[in-house]
């Protein structure tokens, strides 16, 4: 199993496991995280999360929960 390197990778490494539909994301042009949702037939739904920053390690944080 590869290392899982930063916050975003863990709270989707935590999605992943629970089955959810829902993957966290960034974008060059944006300083938002995006949460995107994973459709039937490949297609995705996105919606930016502002408030919290794809540059901001406690905004990351805030969203994985509590570690441990």
């Not at 502002?50 to 901001?56: K, L, S, T």
């Amino acid at each position: 199993m590869a290392t899982i390197q930063n916050p975003m990778q863990r709270c989707n490494a935590v999605l992943r496991a629970f089955g959810a539909r829902y993957r966290l994301r960034e974008h060059r042009r944006s300083p938002w995280i995006t949460v995107y949702q994973l459709n039937n037939g490949g297609k995705t739904r996105e919606h930016t999360v502002r408030g919290y920053a794809a540059n901001d390690p406690p905004g990351d944080r805030g969203l994985a929960g509590p570690a441990g």
